[in-house]
């Protein structure tokens, strides 16, 4: 499979990954889900949708799910910030599509749903995306954008295991790998 993108495109994945990987530890550090600003252009309520829809991706078990990090707004401020205005319209606009059929299947809204009725639906939008990101090679600067459950979900799981909460329980995290030992014997090497 040969991809194809321009230098442009290179530059810009290559400084989002850096930037996620730099400074994603510390994104939900200041906890995202209870902050009173809101990310530009996104309500109380587009927050609890997001947070459903990341809850229903990583839902809690015996460890916290995407909710209890506050997934909803850290994808709400990715996308305001981050993304283009194309990406961020198919953003929204799945965003209204998942809680108007949502509706309309089960007779209830999607905050506060039956888990069940969740999960078997957002499975079935996920197939629809893997169908969609397999027949089509997405082009931003053509206002092309991939599938939005593909964004909500690469943003659930890039929020949720970059947050505080994860990197500090979830993972081996350690502030210092190794250890320090201001005690070690030295012996001078001759020189060859």
């Keep these: 499979m040969q ?20 400074i994603g530890p510390r994104l939900l550090a200041g906890n995202f889900g209870h902050s009173a600003r809101l990310p530009a252009g996104y309500t109380s309520g587009d927050l609890a949708l997001l947070d459903e829809i990341g809850e229903t991706i990583i839902p809690t078990t015996d460890l916290p799910g995407a909710k209890s990090v506050g997934i909803g707004a850290f ?4 996308v ?3 993304y283009r205005a194309p990406v961020q319209a198919a953003f929204r606009s799945g965003m209204a599509e998942i809680a108007q059929q949502y509706a ?3 007779g209830e809204p999607f905050v506060g749903g039956q888990a069940a009725n969740r999960t078997a639906f957002l499975n079935e939008i996920h197939a629809t995306a893997r169908k969609v990101r397999r027949a089509h090679a997405f082009d ?3 206002g092309e954008t991939s599938h939005y459950f ?7 799981k890039l929020g ?6 994860a990197s500090t329980t979830l993972f081996d995290w350690r502030a210092v ?9 030295y012996k001078k090497r001759a020189h060859v």
């Design 3 to 22: 991809l194809d993108i321009t230098r442009r495109q290179a530059i810009v994945r290559l400084v989002v990954l850096m930037g996620a990987s730099a």
């Design 75 to 78: 994808m709400a401020m990715m």
């Design 80 to 82: 305001s910030d981050c």
């Design 104 to 106: 309309a299947r089960y």
């Design 140 to 142: 931003e600067d053509k």
């Design 150 to 156: 593909t964004m909500m979900k690469e943003l659930t």
């Design 160 to 165: 949720y295991c970059t947050s505080e909460m």
């Design 177 to 185: 790998p190794g250890h320090y030992d201001g005690n070690v014997s």
